[in-house]
Each structure stands twice: as C-alpha cells, then as structure tokens.
C-alpha cells in the first residue's frame, strides 16, 4: 500500500475521531470541574439509590460521581468517542450506564431499563442557552412530581430555582462562559 494512501487513512480516521469528540451543537465538550461535582449533588440532596440522569454526559465525570454515591446513574451523549471512553471508565462501576443518544428524544431502549428520564429523581445539564430552551418544556411537562433538575451556568427562563448556588473556590476560578455566565453557577428546581 502506498505510503500517501495510508496517512491519508490516518489522517482522516484522526480527524473523524476528534469530530466525533467534540460533536454536539447544544451541548460542545466542557467538563465541569471535579471538585464543583460532589459537592452541588451533596447540596442537591442526592441519595443512594436514586435514579440520576445527566442529559449531555462528556467525558462521564458527573455520571461518575453520582454513581460513586450510590445513586442509578445514567449518561446520554452525543459523541460515540465519549460514549466508548465513559463506558470504558465504569467497567467496574456496575450503577454506572452510557447511553449513545439523542437527549431530546426520549426513548426507552430495550438494553436500559432506566432510558426514559422523565422518571428520574435528578437530572444534570450542563448545555448552551440553546439546548436549555428546548430541554425546558419537555422537563417541566414530562418530569415526575419532585424530581430536581441541576442546571450549570444556563439556567431555565421560566422556572423559579429552589436554590442558587456560586461555587468559588481560592485557588480554582471560575471560568466565564457567557455574559455574567460562570461555570461555577448552579441551579437547583423541583419538579
């Protein structure tokens, strides 16, 4: 085989990957620092054995964490890579699931008995305004009585959070994402 041939192969195969990581328009590859994570599902009272969702899921940090409490946690995300590398993370973490999904089209699959989110106890999204906005109604119509949704720096315009919390830290800050929009900027809503 010529050499050309297989960079060329090579090349392409990189750049599909690298695609395929950051791929998602509504919610683009931000993760959410880990020391921020325990301590806002600590205050959004997460309990073991609840079920949890986080509707965009990365690289699985969030998923993880609230496994590692005991919660039935759940990741759908967008990118496969990510998908493939979280699953890979949680092998031995057996309340731990990724879901290669559309997070606006909730689906019951026949391989995850907790795929539709809308009877969760708790839902993370860490999104762009514009995946908010269209996440907004179908959580607040399809959602059970008394599920939590946390959201990250872009919050919901019609819902009225319970909490509002500003994690900052010394020696960590935080990072500005938006017009007066920090990554450190958590909101709490019951259902």
Known sequence: MDLTLILSLGILLGCLLALSWFAGSDAPYVATKLSRIRKILTLAGLKKGQVFYELGSGDGRVVIEAAKMGAKAFGIEQSLIRVLYSKWKVRKLPNAKFIHGNIFKNKYYKDHNYYNYYNSDAIFIFLLPK??????????????????????????????PYKKIFLKQKNMPNTLLGKNQYEGDFWIYRV
């Open 131 to 160: 995946g908010v906005d269209k996440l907004e109604p179908l959580l607040k119509k399809n959602l059970k009585r008394g599920a939590k949704v946390i959201t990250q720096t872009f919050h919901f315009k019609n819902w009225k």
